[in-house]
């Protein structure tokens, strides 16, 4: 039987990382192969080199990158990876990525209106021969929730000093267009969305990282996907 591949997705420090690692948790539980996959891969490749560069800053600010050129060193990192996602899936392994092509929303919102959309189409395309996602979970956090979380997180680009936030991370504002732009591509796609916090006195508050894991899984199983 081919395994499943589930995509993980949400704007910076929206807890992808964890709920990747409980659904594998889970399902190795009930005997199921998993893998887990995670992206950008940085300075692991030499590929993912150029996203490590592009978000220290090496080609200029988010705003001198087009959405084409910002979104082809992401595809490049993802690229190189098609033939091993392929035979995993193939051999029964279920696959599970942290970020994959829908990460290249954070490029889709450097436009306004309809040209998210049109943008996003052209991402899809460019990466049209990877293997594509059985579900994709959108986490969707608060942008301020997620900023005080970005400045917590340990460092993923070895590229930039311990607590240098990246030239996406560093715009409040456009972080907040990536969110909406990820739930408003959401709802044309049919994807998963899951509410990772509860509103109390109007403050936020994360639900469980558990309980926010059961709501994923029982969204899985409702689309028979295990």
């Known amino acids: 039987m081919k395994g499943k591949f589930i995509l993980f997705e949400g704007i910076d420090s929206s807890g992808k990382k964890t709920q990747a690692n409980l659904l594998a948790e889970r399902l190795r539980k009930i005997g199921k192969k998993v893998e887990i996959i995670r992206f950008p891969t940085y300075k692991k490749t030499p590929l993912g080199i150029l996203v490590a560069k592009y978000l220290k800053g090496d080609f200029g600010s988010k705003e001198e990158i087009t959405p084409e050129i910002g979104s082809l060193f992401y595809s490049l990192d993802r690229h190189q990876f098609q033939k091993e996602i392929k035979e995993k899936l193939e051999a029964g392994i279920n696959v599970i990525a942290d970020r994959y092509t829908a990460s290249n929303i954070f490029q889709a919102a450097k436009l306004e209106g309809e040209k998210r959309f049109e943008i996003w189409e052209w991402i899809k395309d460019i990466d049209r021969r990877l293997p594509q996602p059985d579900a994709t979970i959108v986490l969707n956090v608060p942008t301020k ?16 000093r311990k607590g240098e936030i990246d030239i996406h991370e560093a715009d409040e504002n456009y972080q907040e267009k990536v969110r909406r732009t990820y739930l408003d591509i959401a709802e044309k796609e049919n994807w998963i969305v899951i509410n990772c916090c509860k509103e109390k006195e109007e403050e936020f508050e994360f639900i469980t990282p558990e309980k926010i894991h059961d709501k994923i899984f029982e969204e899985l199983k409702g689309l028979d996907i295990f």
């Open 145 to 160: 929730i997620s900023k005080k979380l970005s400045l917590e997180k340990e460092q993923k680009n070895v590229l930039m």
